[in-house]
T-cell receptor, first 114, second 117 residues
Framework: AQSVTQLDSQVPVFEEAPVELRCNYSSSVSVYLFWYVQYPNQGLQLLLKYLSGSTLVKGINGFEAEFNKSQTSFHLRKPSVHISDTAEYFCAVSDGPGGFKTIFGAGTRLFVKA | GAVVSQHPSWVICKSGTSVKIECRSLDFQATTMFWYRQFPKQSLMLMATSNEGSKATYEQGVEKDKFLINHASLTLSTLTVTSAHPEDSSFYIC?????????????FGDGTRLSIL
């Protein structure tokens, strides 16, 4: 069975500092990996996804993530955050081509301080 | 592209009332739609998966008779909370996906905050 672990429930960081949000997954088959962002009282918006190919994936708003198969990780990074990046971030995994469900992590609250 | 509209965004009603929430894919056809429930400061809990024209598949522990899901067309799914009680108060989010494969991302509505008095 798949599972997703987001290691940090909250990450406070100062504006213009770099940030990394950690995500580890477990699955017995090949996976597809996603990062979503949720702003208050809204649904989730796709930031980026890894399906295959290059392990470094670039997404919207300057975010990128690196798929590391040996460490079963898919950490999200941004070199310089803005106040507007304050939100909840969810890592998600679904099975390979035959997959159907997507499993979400518990979320990481990124709080950017001025 | 890939816009999902969820309506209403906020509902306050009395205990015992039934509430219907609509989820529409505006610019694409959604083979599969998902309904989630989210408690404060927690992740999304999948309630059910619906495919157009067939019965929804409910997750373990979710009452089928309580949470009625209809996916009558490729652009519309509805969730009806029947005889709602205060414990049903929550944030409900729908999402839509093209196809059934896991490589397709889900596109989310903005959620419905349901408050039962």
């Amino acid at each position: 069975a798949q599972s997703v672990t987001q290691l940090d429930s909250q990450v406070p960081v100062f504006e213009e500092a770099p940030v990394e949000l950690r995500c580890n997954y477990s699955s017995s088959v090949s996976v597809y990996l996603f990062w979503y962002v949720q702003y208050p009282n809204q649904g989730l918006q796709l930031l980026l996804k890894y399906l295959s190919g290059s392990t470094l994936v670039k997404g919207i708003n300057g975010f990128e993530a690196e798929f590391n198969k040996s460490q079963t990780s898919f950490h999200l990074r941004k070199p310089s955050v803005h106040i507007s990046d304050t939100a909840e971030y969810f890592c998600a995994v679904s099975d390979g081509p035959g997959g159907f469900k997507t499993i979400f992590g518990a979320g990481t609250r990124l709080f950017v301080k001025a | 592209g890939a816009v999902v509209s969820q309506h209403p965004s906020w509902v306050i009603c009395k205990s015992g009332t039934s509430v219907k929430i609509e989820c529409r894919s505006l610019d694409f056809q959604a083979t599969t739609m998902f309904w989630y429930r989210q408690f404060p400061k927690q992740s999304l809990m999948l309630m059910a998966t619906s495919n157009e024209g067939s019965k929804a598949t409910y997750e373990q522990g979710v009452e089928k008779d309580k949470f009625l899901i209809n996916h009558a067309s490729l652009t519309l799914s509805t969730l009806t909370v029947t005889s709602a009680h205060p414990e049903d108060s929550s944030f409900y989010i729908c999402s839509a996906r093209v196809g059934q494969s896991g490589h397709q991302p889900q596109h989310f509505g903005d959620g419905t905050r349901l408050s039962i008095l």
